[in-house]
C-alpha cells in the first residue's frame, strides 16, 4: 500500500509561482513511476508531467518550459515547479505513482489561478 498526500496548492495571480509537494508513505527509489495530472471543473483527469525511476522527465505540451517536475529521495516526495501560470492552470491537482504494477493517487490540492 501507497499512501500520496499533496500540499502546496492555493490562489495565485496570472504569471505568479506555486510549488506543489506530494509526500508518499514509503521510499519513492521503489516507484516505478510518478507523476502529477489535474483536473479542471466539468473536465476529464489531464496528465501534466512524469518522472520515471531512472529520472528521465517528461511533461504536457500545455506546461512545458512552465513547470518542472523533480523529487527527492531523502524527503520521500514529489515535486511540481509551477511559473508563470495562467488562468487555465486552475485546476485540482493530483499526485500519482505506479508500484508493482497498480496505480495510487492521492486526494488533491486546488490550485487557483485567477486576478
Known amino acids: 500500500q501507497v499512501q500520496l498526500v499533496e500540499s502546496g496548492g492555493g490562489l495565485v495571480h496570472p504569471g505568479g509561482s506555486l510549488r506543489l509537494s506530494c509526500a508518499a508513505s514509503r521510499s519513492i527509489a521503489s516507484f516505478d513511476l510518478m507523476a502529477w495530472y489535474r483536473q479542471a471543473p466539468g473536465k476529464e483527469r489531464l496528465w501534466v508531467a512524469a518522472?520515471?525511476?531512472?529520472?528521465?522527465?517528461s511533461y504536457a505540451g500545455s506546461v512545458q518550459g512552465r513547470f518542472t517536475i523533480s523529487d527527492s529521495n531523502a524527503d520521500n516526495a514529489l515535486y511540481l515547479q509551477m511559473d508563470s501560470l495562467e488562468p487555465a492552470d486552475t485546476a485540482v491537482y493530483y499526485c500519482?505513482?505506479?508500484?508493482?504494477?497498480?496505480?495510487?493517487w492521492g486526494q488533491g490540492t486546488q490550485v487557483t489561478v485567477s486576478s
Open positions: 518522472m520515471t525511476r531512472d529520472g528521465s522527465v
Open positions: 500519482q505513482t505506479v508500484l508493482e504494477g497498480r496505480q495510487y
